[in-house]
């Protein structure tokens, strides 16, 4: 396990790697997205309270979901940038930050257009919604925090302190339904001995939540490929690489 952690640790083979797998990871989000669409917007039946709007849920969750995976990711790479001085653990931190906002922000979105027709209101400062909005600024802060730092690696370090000290929000999100009283319903996938949704609609969510795995995936290494050429630029294997390209 830590041959192969230290083996793509290295900038190259992350690269390479990323290079590789990208393609795949491409075309299985692809289809996982048109399966999801399929069986929650046209095979999944209509819900027997909400109707038709209950469909929100399909990107809403996935959402909801992703943005704690993310800051979760976001931080576990910020550790060990910080603790083994892994390049590209840093860059990894780097590429979930923006990723990670715009889960946040479509979370945020979906329930206001969800929270409209079910609650009558657009917003409501509970728990739920107060702390998503805090870890929306958690990501928004990351990103300007490391845009105000020139220096890559004083701002990986602070970039890793700050996302570290923000994990205390993950299980305040989490926990906020069963601890505190709210508008926002209580779990109801999560409760694998008896889930509250039909398995008529649970699995197009599930479906869709694979799906905005797979493309938070596709994205990443994307978006990793990019920062290893820039903080590499100046090696020889990024030089020849572009030199290749040229050709």
Request: aromatic share 14%.
């Amino acid at each position: 396990m830590f041959d192969i952690l230290d083996k793509y640790g290295a900038p190259k083979n992350a690269y390479t790697l990323a290079c590789t797998l990208t393609p795949w990871f491409g075309w299985i989000t692809a289809a996982l997205f048109v399966a999801g669409l399929v069986g929650g917007l046209i095979l999944a039946p209509p819900d027997y309270e909400q109707g038709e709007s209950f469909r929100i849920i399909y990107v809403h969750v996935p959402s909801a979901w992703m943005s704690l995976f993310v800051y979760m990711v976001m931080a576990s790479a910020g550790a060990m940038g910080l603790v083994w001085k892994v390049k590209v653990a840093d860059a990894i931190a780097r590429s979930c930050a923006p990723m990670g906002a715009w889960f946040t922000f479509l979370a945020l979105a979906t329930g206001s257009l969800w929270g409209k027709p079910m609650w009558g209101t657009w917003w409501v400062w509970d728990a739920r919604l107060t702390s998503e909005l805090i870890l929306l600024f958690l990501y928004l802060g990351y990103m300007a925090l490391q845009s105000a730092i020139d220096d890559r690696r004083m701002a990986a370090r602070a970039g890793a302190v700050l996302a570290l000290v923000g994990v205390v929000n993950i299980p305040i999100i989490h926990y906020s339904v069963e601890w505190w009283s709210t508008l926002h319903q209580g779990p109801t996938v999560s409760k694998f001995d008896a889930p509250s949704i039909h398995i008529s609609m649970l699995i197009p969510l599930l479906i869709m939540t694979l799906a905005f795995m797979s493309y938070f995936a596709t994205i990443l290494m994307v978006r990793v490929r990019g920062e290893i050429l820039d903080q590499e630029r100046n090696t020889s294997w990024v030089r020849k690489l572009c030199e290749k390209s040229e050709a």
